[in-house]
């Protein structure tokens, strides 16, 4: 495993090290486990904090939990189609099925994890996690409209996974 330490055998450079973005990409790294490609050091924070968002949304633990198990019970899938309203996290395209996979506090469930408020910025959290909901509710109207069938997984339920596979396996049968 590689050290988080500046990355930069320059003496000048290590000195400089600190004050530049290069702390934001390399500390990015270090914490998501990214290589630290060489126009990375270039990329504004806003890029990097995007980039960050994209992958915090895809490839989450609960959503790996629901790909494995799917897999493991032999059905063959796709991921984030975007050519599907809301942008599907796990599409089966021969059974006109979806999974949809939402962390309990970015899609508001209604289980502990969900009901925890933000306590700082709330004034920015309260109206993007109610965005967050009237955006899940539309997606879901507009591939229901499309002819898919949906099944919603929250973050919760994927602890219980035998629970899970087997509610998976009655969905997708
Ligand atoms: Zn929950």
Redesign the pocket.
């Given at each position: 495993m590689a050290s988080c330490g500046p990355a930069v055998s320059d003496l000048a450079d290590k000195l400089h090290y600190f004050q530049t973005e290069k702390t934001v990409g390399h500390l990015y790294s270090c914490h998501v486990g990214w290589p630290l490609g060489p126009d990375m050091k270039r990329r504004s924070k806003e890029q990097i904090s995007e980039q960050m968002r994209s992958i915090r949304k895809k490839d989450t633990k609960p959503e790996l939990v629901v790909r494995r198990l799917a897999h493991r019970l032999g059905f063959r899938f796709r991921l984030h189609r975007r050519d599907l309203p809301g942008t599907p996290d796990i599409v089966f395209p021969s059974r006109r099925k979806v999974i949809l996979v939402h962390g309990?506090f970015w899609h508001q469930?209604?289980?502990?994890?969900?009901r925890k408020q933000p306590t700082t910025n709330r004034d920015y959290w309260l109206p993007k996690l109610a965005r967050n909901v009237t955006r899940d509710a539309q997606a879901e109207l507009a591939l229901t409209n499309l002819g898919w069938q949906i099944f919603v997984v929250?973050?919760?339920?994927t602890r219980a996974v035998e629970d899970l596979r087997s509610r998976i396996s009655a969905f997708l049968r």
């Open positions: 309990c469930h209604h289980c502990g994890l969900g929250w973050e919760c339920e």
